[in-house]
């Protein structure tokens, strides 16, 4: 079977340093799913607006490093990269055939584009399909969470002053700070109070330190 982009997405983040490593965890994260030319007709979108989410089915195009033979297991994020988990049982984006599977929030269908919030796709990523998320089929409230019950993410505290908040515009400005507050960086990342790291964010590089259980935003540009 060939599967073909459908649609192309529209991120704040044009690398893959930051990207929620979840759908859902930034809520106020905005983008688009722009539909490429051979199926950009709006009559294909018929109906989605009364959704309030859709599923996505996308691959991991800026995965440089996957393995050309089969790797049973990984080292998951969540558990600080120090454990192994099979593939199977985790999302990481190390899989066989590189599909990522995300749930997001429908802001409004405009023409034969979508806005949506809380996506965990970098600018660029092709989408394979689209499909709307049904309460009753797709949601289990009491469903077990496996493992990552076991390991809560843990977030930090972010220190943006006010003169450095004023640089971005002020519909970015929640979804950076909660981006933030996730931990950009890699897991398991060393203490290194001094080190300064740039995230690349909606054409602003914002540089920033992180010091125990705090982030502090150092420069906006």
């Not at 790797?71 to 049982?89: D, I, K, S, W, Y």
């Not at 990522?100 to 990523?125: H, N, Q, Y």
């Not at 809560?152 to 970015?172: I, N, R, S």
């Not at 920033?208 to 705090?214: A, C, E, N």
């Amino acid at each position: 079977m060939e599967i073909h982009p459908i649609a192309v997405f529209r991120s704040p983040f044009k690398s893959k340093f930051g990207v929620p490593r979840q759908s859902g965890l930034v809520e106020d994260l905005q983008g688009r799913i722009v539909l490429l030319d051979a199926y950009a007709d709006s009559e294909s979108l018929r109906g989605l607006d009364d959704f309030d989410y859709l599923w996505l089915l996308w691959g991991f195009s800026a995965n440089r490093h996957q393995s050309a033979t089969f790797q049973p297991t990984v080292r998951p994020p969540r558990l600080g990269g120090n454990e192994r988990m099979g593939v199977f049982a985790t999302r990481s984006p190390y899989r066989p055939n590189g599909l990522g599977l995300s749930s997001v929030r429908i802001l409004a269908v405009e023409g034969t584009e979508i806005v949506v919030a809380g996506a965990d796709l970098m600018d660029g990523t092709p989408i394979y399909d689209i499909k709307p998320y049904i309460p009753f089929a797709d949601c289990h409230p009491d469903a077990c969470g496996g493992w990552i019950e076991d390991a809560p993410w843990h977030e930090l505290d972010v220190d943006f002053p006010e003169q450095l908040q004023a640089e971005v515009p002020a519909g970015k400005l929640p979804g950076l700070t909660e981006v933030l507050r996730q931990d950009p960086r890699r897991a398991g990342s060393k203490h290194e109070p001094t080190r300064v790291y740039h995230l690349a964010y909606a054409g602003l590089d914002v540089a920033f330190t992180v010091d125990g259980d705090t982030l502090h935003v150092v420069c906006v540009s």
